[in-house]
């Protein structure tokens, strides 16, 4: 009998035959730390939370809401369907309010922090300073590996006896290595200079004056393979005053303005973010609106092509942002 099968047929079995059992071991599961763990639903997750609360953080009215809200009401919470939400708990609407306060300061995934595949921390293979004025960049010491051979086995391989002539393809190969680990950082590095050189502004102002650039533009610059351009700027960062980022970061489509110049995408949805941060709650702009706002800017965006910006940098359309009260 394996083991798996011992235990359906003990304390497995037990507990599916003993509904009693079952729950009262499932309820001091959800009475561990963080709050919500344990839960078997979105809704039973954030009743736990709030059921937590105590009276000093927030009244028991307003809990009593707060949780009704989240067993009965998550759908109609989501379309801010307030009218329907306060009719169906006969309350009023600053209770309401009040209520959906308390949902929205809650833990959907209380449990998330203690995920570990994500790395804690982005070690840059570049640096990014400014000096006489402009910005500068140079490779990071840290992250380039101290290989080096051995003087005196390199003295004692390079020797031309038979015995010492097979390992003479060996002492070369390590060489190469080294010659290699060098070029490859110095490619790097020479990648990282178009990239500060064309994007001076970026660095000065941010996302919003990103200059178009594709991987061709430094390809031809460097006069190196643009498949190599690419191998480079993957998974390659570099550190600036304004973050780290992934070289690959740099990169990306364009759109046509009505000068005839050309815009990076990058700085389209800085723009199109910065449009929705000072737009009103109670009148947010639509996806057309947007277009508009650009086109008087000299920017061409189609009304899809904002749809696709604004969902990738996740903000809801524009009658999710609306406030209604």
Not at 19 to 30: C, E, S, V, Y
Not at 138 to 164: C, D, H, M
Not at 186 to 200: P, W
């Amino acid at each position: 009998m394996t083991d798996q099968e011992s235990f359906y047929q003990g304390v497995g079995r037990e507990w599916a035959d003993d509904p009693t059992l079952f729950n009262r071991g499932l309820a001091i599961l959800q009475s561990f730390d963080p709050s919500g763990v344990g839960a078997r639903s979105l809704s039973e997750c954030l009743a736990l939370q709030i059921c937590a609360l105590s009276e000093a953080e927030v009244p028991a009215e307003i809990r009593k809401i707060a949780e009704a809200i989240v067993t009965h009401h998550l759908d109609a919470l989501a379309k801010q369907a307030l009218p329907a939400i306060r009719k169906a708990l006969g309350v009023d609407l600053d209770t309401v309010l009040a209520a959906i306060q308390v949902v929205r300061s809650l833990n959907p995934y209380p449990c998330a922090f203690f995920d570990s595949e994500q790395a804690d921390h982005i070690v840059a293979d570049t640096i990014v300073y400014k000096e006489g004025g402009q910005w500068q960049v140079r490779l990071n010491e840290a992250v380039i590996p101290k290989i080096r051979i051995n003087a005196f086995y390199s003295q004692w391989l390079s020797g031309k006896s038979e015995t010492n002539g097979q390992y003479s393809s060996q002492l070369q190969e390590a060489r190469w290595l080294i010659r290699n680990i060098r070029q490859r950082f110095d490619t790097i590095l020479r990648v990282s200079q178009v990239i500060v050189a064309r994007q001076q502004r970026f660095f000065d102002h941010g996302q919003i004056a990103m200059q178009p650039m594709v991987l061709r533009d430094v390809a031809e610059q460097l006069e190196l393979h643009e498949s190599t351009i690419s191998r480079v700027t993957t998974q390659k960062y570099m550190l600036t005053p304004q973050g780290v980022f992934e070289l690959k970061y740099f990169f990306g489509s364009h759109v046509t303005t009505t000068a005839g110049g050309i815009a990076s995408s990058t700085a389209i949805r800085a723009l199109i973010k910065q449009i929705v941060n000072e737009e009103s709650e109670k009148s947010p702009f639509s996806d057309q609106q947007i277009s508009e706002m650009l086109a008087k800017e000299g920017i061409m965006v189609a009304r899809r092509t904002v749809a696709k910006y604004r969902e990738s940098m996740a903000i809801p359309p524009a009658h999710q942002r609306k406030s209604r009260f």
